[in-house]
């Protein structure tokens, strides 16, 4: 199975664009993914 992540975009209420129509696809197999979460910190 693919995990297929499409047209995300972040903007913070100041008006900062964190990400624009983000695409993302993971493939069936992936074993080395990391997780970017809030603040930014890798998982």
């Keep these: 199975m693919e995990l ?3 047209d995300v975009s972040k ?3 100041n008006g900062v ?3 624009k129509d983000v695409t ?3 493939p069936a197999g992936c ?3 990391s997780v970017l ?3 930014g ?3």
Excluded: M, S
């Design 37 to 39: 979460t809030v603040p």
């Design 31 to 33: 074993t080395a993914c």
């Design 24 to 26: 993302l696809t993971i």
């Design 11 to 13: 903007t913070y209420p």
């Design 17 to 19: 664009q964190a990400l």
């Design 4 to 6: 297929h992540i499409c």
């Design 41 to 43: 910190r890798l998982r």
